[in-house]
């Protein structure tokens, strides 16, 4: 079946500090990969999707199909970059997320 | 454009009455779903449209669950008969046609079951 799994319900760091959340999958085809994320009191918004191959807000995620996995990796936090994050993989047109984790950055 | 826009924010009613969610997504978006989203879990899929035609839907959505897109814009979805398991909140979301394109999510519905 397929399977999005964030095995961390909470990550906390110090600004500065490198930051990295997990995300694993099971997929049997060829896996499309989106990080989304929320912030306190804002809608669900997309962050990236592997496909871009792009950094946003200095986070970069890179597919590892051998891993199965799909982490998230900024190398400096920010206060700002606290929030709630989730990764899903897109099956046919719907999306299965994960149970997301909540990243807190201490000044 | 505001983006997916989502009516009422928060609905509570009592066991046993039924509820509506409107959904309106951003404008050129063919596409249009539902999700379902309880506290501590990320979303979970309902069902979703293009343009009216409804394409796919989830076991979670039982037979108490029906929604609608008549004209190929707005959504609605109804839920009869509610019970205290359908607290959560309800999550709608548009995309254009094609691949690789993103979801685009707005505020959601929270529904309180008393």
């Known amino acids: 079946a397929q399977r999005v799994t964030q095995p961390e319900k909470l990550l906390s760091v110090f600004k500065g500090a490198p930051v990295e959340l997990k995300c694993n999958y099971s997929?049997?085809?060829?896996?499309?990969l989106f990080w989304y994320v929320q912030y306190s009191r804002q809608r669900l918004q997309l962050l990236l999707r592997?496909?871009s191959r792009e950094s946003i807000k200095g986070f970069t995620a890179d597919l590892n199909k051998g891993e199965t996995s799909f982490h998230l990796k900024k190398p400096f936090a920010q206060e700002e970059d606290s929030a709630m994050y989730y990764c899903?993989?897109?099956?046919?047109?719907?999306?299965?997320f994960g149970t997301g984790t909540r990243l807190q950055v201490f000044p | 454009d505001t983006g997916v826009s989502q009516d009422p924010r928060h609905k509570i009613t009592k066991r046993g009455q039924n509820v509506t969610f409107r959904c309106d997504p951003i404008?050129?978006?063919?596409?249009l779903y539902w999700y379902r989203q309880t506290l501590g879990q990320g979303p979970e899929f309902l069902t979703y449209?293009?343009?009216?035609?409804?394409?796919?839907k989830s076991r979670l959505l039982s037979d108490r669950f029906s929604a609608e897109r008549p004209k190929g814009s707005f959504s609605t979805l109804e839920i009869q008969r509610t019970e205290q398991g359908d607290s959560a909140m309800y999550l709608c979301?548009?995309?254009?046609?094609?691949?690789?394109?993103?979801?685009?999510f707005g505020d959601g519905t929270r529904l309180s079951i008393l």
């Open positions: 979301a548009s995309s254009p046609n094609g691949n690789n394109q993103p979801q685009h």
């Open positions: 997929y049997s085809g060829s896996p499309e």
């Open positions: 592997h496909i």
């Open positions: 899903a993989l897109k099956k046919t047109d719907k999306l299965i």
């Open positions: 404008s050129e978006h063919n596409r």
């Open positions: 449209f293009q343009n009216e035609a409804q394409l796919e």
